[in-house]
């Protein structure tokens, strides 16, 4: 959905992984590889636990 106030894309969506290994993997030791996806993309990734929100342009986080 659009932010009205910056003009980007915002998705919001939480993982349910088997286990914390897995969740522990995607995100990479600190982060790194959400960093990865970030830069890849062109967005900001914010997470608490396995809630994540994804913005930027809508190219972007429905990439993401």
Same mark, same amino acid.
């Given at each position: 959905?659009?932010?009205?106030?910056?003009?980007? %894309?915002?998705?919001? =969506?939480?993982?349910?992984?088997?286990?914390?290994?897995?969740? @522990? %993997? =995607?995100?990479?030791?600190?982060? @790194?590889? =959400?960093?990865?996806?970030?830069?890849?993309? @062109?967005?900001?990734?914010? %997470?608490?636990?396995?809630?994540?929100? =994804?913005?930027?342009?809508?190219?972007?986080?429905? @990439?993401?």
């Amino acid at each position: 959905m659009p932010d009205a106030g910056t003009g980007n %894309n915002l998705i919001e =969506l939480d993982l349910v992984p088997a286990d914390s290994e897995r969740m @522990a %993997n =995607l995100c990479g030791q600190i982060d @790194a590889h =959400l960093r990865q996806i970030e830069q890849r993309l @062109a967005i900001q990734i914010k %997470n608490r636990g396995s809630h994540f929100e =994804l913005s930027g342009s809508a190219d972007g986080t429905e @990439a993401g």
